[in-house]
């Protein structure tokens, strides 16, 4: 029986990541293939040979300064690239998708907090416990669908990371494992009490876990929102 609630409760967070999932993708290749964009990308990749062609009919202000070539770059280097012109475009689309996803996880990831009260204590009931584990397998889909975003984004030139985006980073490696740690603990705790028992062993870091998980994710996203 238990096991046919937690197929549900997973079922029902992979529909509601689909159709978000499916909305991202769309924007994806409308935002990368628009004729917007292609007009950004063929005047970024224009505007560096219109400047070498004009300095070439410039004339020298000193016969003996070293040209490009004489420095040892080819034409090839001085050019723009339209190809990474457009990975540069797709990686910005995607990391927007990733930024706007991770605000709307953050409505499923409070209710499932706020819930957490009746699914433990005095006021527990089957029907709080099982609200409060849809709304954690809910939270875990759309994480997860949110983190694709930037991990699969088409890398650029890498430069290390500071400030802010480097503290967002850093954070992902707390609120990362504890989205994996989160849901599993749950699920035991869950399985304790429903056989009447009370909640025993490792499940019992179920509560200590989610609280840092949702503060580093609460700090993730103030990271990235307010300057400093």
């Known amino acids: 029986m238990m096991r046919k609630i937690y197929l549900s409760i997973a079922l029902t967070g992979c529909l509601l990541s689909v ?3 499916c909305f991202a993708q769309n924007e994806i290749a409308v935002g990368t293939a628009s004729p917007g964009n292609a007009g950004l990308e063929t005047q970024a990749v224009q505007a560096p040979n219109q400047e070498n062609k004009e300095e070439e009919k410039k004339p020298s202000g000193n016969a003996g300064a070293p040209s490009l070539q004489d420095l040892g770059f080819s034409p090839q280097q001085t050019q723009g690239s339209a190809e990474e012109q457009q990975r540069l475009n797709k990686r910005t689309h995607m990391l927007k998708i990733h930024q706007r996803l991770g605000l709307i996880t953050a409505a499923p990831l409070l209710a499932t907090v706020i819930t957490s009260s009746g699914a433990h204590g ?14 954690g397998s809910a939270t ?32 992902a490696w707390i609120h990362g494992p504890g989205m994996i740690l989160t849901p599993t603990l749950g699920i035991l705790a869950l399985d304790q009490l429903n ?5 025993h062993g490792i499940a019992k870091l179920h509560g200590p876990v989610a609280w840092v998980t949702a503060g580093a994710y609460g700090a993730a996203i103030l990271s990235v929102s307010v300057k400093f």
């Open 195 to 199: 056989r009447g028992e009370k909640v």
């Open 122 to 135: 005095k006021n527990s009931s089957q029907s709080g416990r099982d609200l409060h584990a849809a709304l």
């Open 19 to 21: 159709p978000i999932f």
């Open 140 to 171: 875990a889909v759309m994480y997860f669908t949110t983190a694709s975003f930037s991990i699969f984004a088409p890398r650029g030139t890498e430069t290390k990371a500071r400030g802010p985006i480097r503290l967002h980073k850093a954070l």
